[in-house]
């Protein structure tokens, strides 16, 4: 991002966020770059951990996810799945892993998560399982208060979500969420943590990009 004054209020409302991060006990952190994101992702996880991930567009754009599958680590890579069955499996052992690589559909500024998903594997993992969930978070993604950060993910993030795949929902021709019960719909379980009752399992990297919807 070039534009210095928007690094400079992406800077300060990233200490804002963060701060809420610390009351909730979880760990936030700021990077300027992709570059710098990745390189304190892998800071974070130690050689030989095991690690999975859920869907996650901003993992793949800092180069995350490529760097797992060539660095020391037991990798349990469910993009490699040739069956429905074969994925379950890989997820239910990403549930045990050290570490959970995702994003999250919006972020309030005083620290509150808000996620959507329609499988449910990773708002799963999120809220119980890895002993670690390491999010990756563009700065694009950070809302004012919690109806905000909610509607972001209703009405930005699902309906880009539901463009990447097959699906038939109403968003994916509107544009907008019509709080549908669709065989398809992708909003099938809301996920908001305000709080980690365990110390040291959140760490969120907030970037200075715009990263994922």
């Not at 209020?9 to 701060?19: C, G, W």
């Not at 980690?196 to 959140?202: E, P, T, V």
Request: aromatic share 8%.
């Amino acid at each position: 991002m070039n534009d210095n004054n928007m690094t400079t209020r992406n800077r300060m409302l990233a200490e804002k966020v963060i701060k809420g991060f610390e009351s909730r006990n979880m760990s936030g952190y700021y990077a300027e770059t992709k570059e710098e994101a990745l390189a304190k992702a892998l800071e974070l996880i130690p050689e030989g951990s095991s690690i999975g991930w859920g869907g996650s567009m901003s993992v793949s754009e800092i180069g995350l996810r490529d760097a797992v599958i060539n660095g020391n680590y037991q990798v349990f890579n469910r993009d490699t799945c040739a069956t429905p069955k074969e994925k379950r499996e890989v997820e239910l052992k990403i549930f045990g892993s050290d570490y959970f690589l995702c994003s999250s559909n919006a972020i309030t500024e005083d620290g509150i998560l808000v996620n959507i998903d329609g499988n449910s594997n990773r708002v799963a993992a999120i809220a119980y399982g890895p002993k670690k969930v390491l999010m990756v978070v563009g700065m694009n993604k950070v809302a004012k208060d919690f109806d905000s950060a909610l509607s972001r993910a209703r009405n930005i993030a699902a309906p880009i979500n539901a463009q990447r795949f097959p699906l038939d929902t109403p968003c994916k021709h509107t544009g907008s969420c019509a709080n549908c019960k669709s065989r398809d719909t992708i909003c099938c379980e809301f996920l908001v943590t305000r709080y980690s009752r365990h110390a040291d399992r959140f760490h969120i990297i907030l970037v200075n990009e715009d990263l994922g919807y």
